[in-house]
DNA sequence: AATGAATGAGAATTCATTCAT
DNA sequence: TATGAATGAATTCTCATTCAT
């Protein structure tokens, strides 16, 4: 029933722009928009779960900001739960492995992994539309157990592996002091994964905002705690 | 029919009876109820509001759940969104102002002071129903603007205040380097934010937990933080 | 890129080609295939329409039974409810037809041909797929009079006129007594009508079942009737 | 909000005429109606049901019919097959409690207890709405397994047995031959429970009707059967 | 002719809110 | 005040039918 959505949340996604020309035609539309549907649902689902909530948030809605039909959309998903799902473990996953490359590519200090890695890491993901799966999460685990698997198995395990390994690293190599990791971890995260809540939270309000950018918070909290558990702290 | 104006939670609630001038007089157990009733229903929707989010909450739920009728919810709140507003501003304010009335009695240095304020009044606030408030903000501000109101007049802005306050006299004594002070205010907020967010979204499952006490979370984080700002970081 | 229309399994579909003159061209697999839709589509049809009811049946599924597409369905009739009219008027007249050319054929008693008529005629019914028209026609007529219609004029009547002739044959001759013919037809006719449409509703059941097999059940019945409007009923 | 006006089917129902002074006032119409409600809903489910079939069958039509609205239906029943099972269940029970109270409180003879008692029921179920049930059960069976489990339980079991139970009075009485009882309860029944089939299916349309009135053919057909088997016919 | 993606009217069910008691 | 029966707008999901390919 599902379809599997098959394709990247890569940009250039969709162009209805004219193809430059001398390029062949694009596939015939029928075609092409079949396997373009599923990814384009589960944007409107994620952009729509993420402001109203799962509860609040109107099938139709959906399918009206992916342009399609009421009831093309459940040629593709079998309902909206099952949309739910798809919208949280396609949206994450690509990026914690992306991270996990890096990582392991990496030849520096583990000091410096972690302020270059870790910084652009989370900068493309609070920018992405990824970032709102965070609040998502946070905001329905309890009604959908289901969910709660999901994030664990998927994103809380393979992060925390991925930045565990980075402290270890530098525990090992002498530039961190012995600390627990995984409080560490958290430490790290916990912070992070509050901007990321925040920015489609209290942050896509009116209101003042926390008068600091993203960016200078990023960086200023990993500095924080690289200072924290550092051997040798620069003054 | 106009609707009973959705008055405020308040005790002493509209007795158009007398009250026997002197006498304290025990309230009849049938007035105590009376008096408690929109106490009790706050605390029921405040319960299913965390834990189901606002929209798939219903309100005979919280009717059953503070042990009253589907009809006497409408007699004290007039609608479920009156109710949302009320859970909000009531939970937390009082809290704050106890916090603040801590930090102004405190006598001795600003490390202490935060040191020990911080971590008891987040660990008090997260073991209370309060910590839901902010899974509940989180959740459904971008739903209901008034709550974004709400929010940062009544909390965020004198909860900054009085944290901002703390490191300032930390600044100002000598003991903490001259850091931008909002900035600090959101590295030490954050994660404590998350924290009872968490504890109300995936700290609620079954699951696996991030492994550490709350307590001990608090406290290592408030010392990261503070080595992390302080002019004299104990080795 | 026009896709390619996704032919059926069938090869070498459609050619335009013009057939060599002359040759009598045994059909091909597909041309027959094409004649036989409409009969193929009809017998699921009927198949479904008597499982599960004419509204509970999907077009759908019909058309999967008879391996076409749902959009074929729709090259062979107009709607679903052509369908069922379709399905109604080509599976019993046929059968009618043939119960007459008999009767008209034989030439010993009415007793005698009634008790052979009767029990091959209806055995053969029950056996075939017609015999799910009955129990259609009675669960869908009351929302489509045209149905009613369609069965007095192709079923109800010349049916009556078959076994109420038989039935005054026997009078005529001396075999029965003066009874009311058209009584005794009803009589006759409604156990084997209920018991075609006994088959395809309870009787389909895993339950219990009636507990004789039908062929015994019709050759009493008939006997029973026989000897209650004979003029000499045997002992 | 408007209030449904409330006014049921029935006659009478409703008064805001001023009540005859000096009779004892109806029970509070908001109890008495509660109390009502579910009989009224299963009576407009029964009719709705037999007439249409029950996928073809909308609860709101349902509820019209039983004078409320739509909701008020899921206040009674769970769910529109909830509603099924009741009407199959406690429309025909009751019925044959009647019948079988009566043959037991019969004296005389087995021919006698049949004619009467047999052409009695079968009138009064033919002319009360309970007759539509078999056509319900008839259309509805393969579609809900549940139902064939009722029916054979509660309807066709007891029914059963309770003609069987005649019928074999009077082989034992002598009055019968040695018959197959249940092949002969079979032979009674079916043309009796097709009879009520028919009522509501083609016998309900404009057209000709099957020529002869309900009683004749019941008198006719269980005398036909009673000579059948009687070991004395009468000529 | 055949396909199957897309549509949208329609049906079952839920739930905030009202109001007679 | 308190109750809970009743309401009906709103929501999810289905399916007959159409139509571009």
Redesign the pocket.
């Known amino acids: 029933m599902p379809r599997k959505p098959a394709l990247s949340a890569e940009p250039s996604e969709r162009s209805d722009l004219p193809e430059p020309a001398g390029t062949p035609a694009p596939p015939?539309?029928?075609?092409r928009?079949?396997a373009e549907?599923p990814s384009e649902l589960l944007d409107a689902a994620l952009q729509l779960f993420v402001e109203k909530g799962f509860?609040a948030?109107?099938?139709?809605d959906i399918?009206r900001l992916a342009?399609?039909?009421?009831?093309?959309?459940?040629?593709?998903y079998?309902?909206?739960?099952d949309l739910l799902r798809e919208v949280i473990s396609q949206r994450v996953s690509t990026r914690i492995a992306e991270g996990m490359a890096r990582a392991a590519a990496h030849q520096g200090s583990a000091t410096e992994l972690m302020r270059t890695l870790l910084v652009d890491w989370w900068m493309q993901t609070l920018e992405s539309d990824a970032s709102g799966v965070f609040k998502l999460v946070v905001s329905e685990v309890r009604n959908f157990p289901e969910i709660a698997e999901l994030w664990f198995n998927e994103i809380s395990q393979p992060g925390s592996q991925l930045i565990g390994g980075m402290v270890q690293r530098g525990i090992d190599s002498g530039e961190f002091r012995q600390v627990d990791v995984l409080s560490v971890v958290y430490s790290i995260v916990m912070p992070l994964v509050m901007l990321c809540v925040h920015r489609h939270s209290l942050g896509a309000c009116e209101c003042p905002g926390m008068g600091l950018d993203p960016q200078t918070f990023i960086r200023a909290h990993i500095d924080l705690v690289l200072r924290g558990i550092s051997t040798h702290p620069e003054p």
């Open positions: 015939a539309s029928h075609q928009r079949k549907r509860a948030t109107k099938t139709e399918a342009g399609v039909s009421k009831g093309t959309l459940y040629l593709y079998t309902s909206k739960e």
